[in-house]
């Protein structure tokens, strides 16, 4: 017996829940790609990208999923043997640092302590040491969604500038943007890479860069880029050149009203609805950690993730819940990734196009298979969650 008939509900940390409203925007014919309305699309998306960005800066399109922006990030600004730092707090830092190294660049990994956000001290101190300023670039991960944590972007910039050092601090928002607050002028972020499939709520398959006045000064003397991924070609006076070929018209169909949706919305109200839904979702699981079976991942509390919540196992199997809240209930779960986490986590998304709704019904799912498989746990993690969102929108008044 199931009672999984019915919507499915994708709680993954991307690609995450796409609108209807998007879904019905890309469900049309192609159009002519050097003229007329991909042409508005196009520009009105850049314009729009700037004020989720927070930028003066036009952002970069690609044809490309996250990484493809890491690769564009890293060539248009670097040089063959350059040094850059890589700040490892999960998986994704390490394979950001991984494709600098296979492009020829020399590359140094610091890693944070187990299960914590990189310290701002340790990025300072490591930056003041290198008194030759080998060190070109330093990169960041906002929210790294495999270990479910956040790192503070503003005080990670603060010691690039305490330590009087002139590396180019390029910053991964894939898993943050449109879910919490980034700045990319008023933190001094040279450069910006993002996805579409994640925040803002569109298919995988673009990409941006937003590149400041920094990181486009290195681009001119960067010998690391070549055509597709190229600042200068893209910024040719031909609408083409903007995607190095044809556009992809249907994505830039769904982006552009996934940015109205966001717009219309309010970028405070997104962000608000993502941390109390993020705050239900922890509320749960501190109750039903109580069994003993699992826990956060995230040792503390305030470098937990508002996108997405890393539960990790000790001795119980977790693909168990997970097959059951698929098989039985209809919720899709995201597995642990990486050599630390696989076979060993479940993620809880709740990023995106995401309400109170889905995340109870998600968070319901998960305690019906506590309960039918036998895990032990706290009871009444749901209404622990629905405790939680109700003392919060207590004090909202309705419209």
């Not at 002519?32 to 399109?61: N, Q």
């Amino acid at each position: 017996m199931t009672v999984q008939n019915g919507r499915e509900l994708l709680a993954i940390p991307g690609p995450t829940t796409v609108p209807d409203e998007v879904l019905s925007a890309m469900h049309r014919p192609a159009v002519d790609l050097y003229s007329g309305e991909i042409i508005s699309v196009t520009m009105s998306c850049i314009s729009d990208l700037k004020k989720i960005i927070r930028t003066r800066s036009e952002p970069f399109l690609y044809a490309a999923n996250g990484h493809g922006a890491w690769e564009a990030a890293l060539v248009n600004c670097l040089s063959r043997g350059d040094r850059v730092l890589a700040l490892q707090s999960g998986m994704f830092g390490g394979a950001w640092a991984e494709m600098a190294e296979v492009l020829g660049l020399d590359v140094e990994v610091l890693t944070a302590a187990p299960r914590r956000a990189i310290s701002p001290d340790a990025v300072s101190d490591r930056l003041r040491a290198d008194r030759e300023h080998r060190i070109k670039a330093v990169l960041a991960v906002q929210i790294d969604t495999a270990a479910g944590i956040v790192n503070d972007v503003p005080a990670l910039r603060q010691a690039v500038t305490d330590a009087g050092h002139p590396a180019l601090f390029m910053v991964d928002t894939i898993a943050s943007l449109a879910c919490m607050p980034f700045e990319m002028d008023a933190w001094g972020v040279d450069v910006t890479v993002a996805g579409s499939q994640k925040g803002l709520m569109t298919p995988p398959g673009l990409a941006f860069v937003a590149a400041g006045e920094r990181a486009r000064a290195a681009h001119r003397h960067a010998d690391l880029v070549t055509r597709y991924w190229d600042w200068s070609f893209r910024e040719g006076d031909e609408h083409y050149q903007k995607y190095c070929g044809t556009a992809p018209e249907h994505l830039m169909f769904g982006l552009r009203r996934a940015l109205d949706m966001l717009l219309e919305e309010g970028l405070e109200h997104v962000f608000r609805r993502h941390a109390l839904l993020a705050d239900a979702t922890r509320a749960a699981v501190e109750r039903w950690a109580e069994g003993g079976a699992f826990g956060f991942n995230v040792l503390e509390p305030v470098e937990r993730s508002n996108s997405v919540t890393t539960l990790r196992f000790d001795e119980t199997d977790p693909q168990r819940v997970i097959d059951f809240c698929r098989e039985r209930c209809g919720v899709v779960l995201g597995i642990g990734i990486g050599p630390e986490l696989s076979g060993r986590a479940i993620r809880i998304a709740h990023m995106g196009h995401v309400n109170a709704a889905m995340t109870l019904g998600v968070l319901g799912a998960f305690e019906t298979a506590l309960t039918a498989l036998g895990i032990p746990h706290g009871k009444s993690g749901v209404a622990e969650a629905a405790t939680s969102l109700g003392g919060a929108l207590a004090v909202v008044p309705m419209a």
